[in-house]
């Protein structure tokens, strides 16, 4: 069908790519154009699809529809191996490199130069020496263990190591994300040099001036889909915000509690404050993070990947240690000690449901009762009938389908697992529940409901303090919001006073234009 | 694992599928093993003595092996079953706890096996040791603590102490008192396991120690008892090969931490954690037990009889893999 003649194609095209998950349409309809020696930047919310087209590029995943043509030729990217012999190499935001291997050793990972297996070190050391002058960076001694250098060292190896494979197309997953302001000018002038040579760059960020400053072109994408192919890097932000935002996908949010405006000035006060933290500090991460979050109240982190938000809610939990206070109705939590936070009433939803929340090979009943073992035993010994009893009222009252207590929970959508994972906290004496990314994964229907059981919760007096990559779920969920910038809380207001552009400047913007902005 | 690999059918240990019984692929092997002993030899299999010895050989390693599921569904290994079983064996045959009577020397026993079960434990969950190496290291220290207190000899059970060799010569209906101890521990295990909160906790830190930490459950405490359970288990053994040989000696239980941890795989538990069966080991050891039999029963020598036990570890692992696959 594409009988584009092969020396105007794009280096790049990638068409009607579509790609299912169980439950969810992860793309949907993915075009994708790159050219020779551009930066090309992909943009879009967590969640549109970026880390999923990244990784079919990459041959780590397989699209179920769509094409992948380069130079106008079709091709199939069936393993990396596959995608870097075609020349296209990747850069994760986790840098894979192997620590305790060599500057050399890594670069050439995978295609050592050996006789009769035996490592030719002085040639790998050469070679290594040449990819790195040619990056600017001569002095990175190629005989050095990666685990020793900097992050913005180990960069520049992941890139070497790119070139080594003679990529004609390297994507780049937010890799200003672990550097400082400076080593990111160094970054661009790398790519500025390779991109020179005729190399391709596929460039992923949240940070929009970074994308006006390096990209040549943008493609956005929205829910799985792309709203917008090879647009300038030129077009205004406004612009690209209203396209990375605006949705067709409407989201169904309950009604917030009617507060009477007669009323408005003293009820909230009323309410009594179930958490409060002082000074929380993780060095590094985050810093003097101060709040409270009273019963009843819905408290919205929002904030960029990265940003802290997540380490903020663990450290809450207890689940991560910091400096500084937190009280839950006044008692302190301690540090690393999960068992006190939920014995003072806490619970957890966390952000990776199936890495940090499940055990996926049991039932679902034994994960929602997971957390409340000795509630339904007595002196160790499990009382079984009230335990099912329990799951079952709990399967109904969250309408988790299919409505089977013994079902391994490893079997539901997402949306159900998600459930499971809140039902295993809707128990008596629950006081604060922190909610971590609770729609991730999760399709539209599910979403509804779950927004309906966490505005419930409120409703009963539960505190609740919810973390959302998703803008307007956090301001259509939460009563009051707090944005999260590199670790710190930069901004604090009402849910109804906040719109989604208002919120997204706050969270994107970097740190040198932050003092003219507060 | 971790993949979002969506699967239908409940894997099921050895035979993969095969109907809804579960352990059906490993009763259908221990049939099988009774059907080549009665071809093979008719005059001696089916006998009451000889069935009685099998009972008895299985009742040592059998106790290790309940203690020895616990540990691998919770997540970790037990290296050290044998030498701590020794040690205890040494420790409560001295001459000094001799002198104390069997009530004390039991007490020792358990007492000795147990607190190196939870030294193993602290290691590991305090000391963040990964459990393969803290287990190796008592594994040899206490091989090594056993020979320096017995100064590597034989440690006889005094006539005066007979009351511990009884467990293995008196009989109840035909079988040794050892057997109904071995029977009880594996009734009381499987109560553990499946209907406490003891067990439910297992299984989540085995299955998911970030999930289980993340609900509240005390990951390290729990994973340190777990070690002591397994200590008290070979504890336990010490006892019943003290009645079964009359002696304590630092030799006792030579590589038993293989014929355990190989029971519990064949049974159908994971070795990365969070899934198995106290049943599906005691099977498994009965299926092990059983092809030892078998190959002296025939006059077969023991180095086929390694080879065999080898076969049988891959055999079932290959099998449950395929049920794993098949269900997916």
Redesign the interface.
Known sequence: MPASPPDTAPLLAMRGIVKRFPGVRALDGVDLEVRAGEVHCLLGQNGAGKSTLIKILSGAHQPDEGEVLLNGEPVRLATPTAAMKQGIATIYQELDLVDGLSVAENILLGHERASFGFTRRGETNRIAADLLRRLGHGEIPPATEVGRLPPAAKQIVSMARALSHDARLIVMDEPSAALAHDEVANLFRIIREITAQGVAVVYISHRLEEIREIGDRVTVLKDGRTVAVGLPATTPTGQVVSLMTGRDVEYVFPPRPAVPEERSEERPEERPEVLRVEGLTVPGVFADVSFSVRAGEIVGLAGLVGSGRSEIIEAVYGARRASGRVLLDGRAVRPGDTTRSVRLGMGLAPEERKAQALLLDQSVARNITLAGLTRYSRFGWMDRRGEAAEAARLIEALDIRPPDPRRPVKTLSGGNQQKAVLARWLVEGRRLLLLDEPTRGVDVGARAELYAVIRRLADDGVAVLLVSSEVPEVLGLADRVLVVREGRIVHEAPAVDLDEHRVLDLVMVSTNEESRVD | ??E?????V?KRPFLGKIGEVPHLGLVAALVLLAIVGLATRPENFATSSNLVSILALASTIGVITVGMTFVIIGGGIDLSVGAVMALSSVWATTLATQSYGPAVMIVCALLVGTGAGLVNGFLISYGRMVPFIATLAMLVAARGLAQRMSNQRTQLVQQANNAIVELSTTRVLGLPLLVYVFALVVALGWILLN???????T??VG??P?????????VRRHTMLLYGLSGLCCGIAAVLIMARTTTGSSTHGDLYELDAIAAVIIGGTLLTG??GTIIGSILGLLIFTVITNLFILNGLNTSDQLIAKGLIIVVAVLMQRRGALTGT
């Open positions: 694992m971790t979002a690999t969506p699967t239908s409940a209907r406490t909160t003891f067990g439910r906790r299984y989540a299955g998911n970030e999930a289980a930490r993340l609900a509240g459950i005390d969070g899934r």
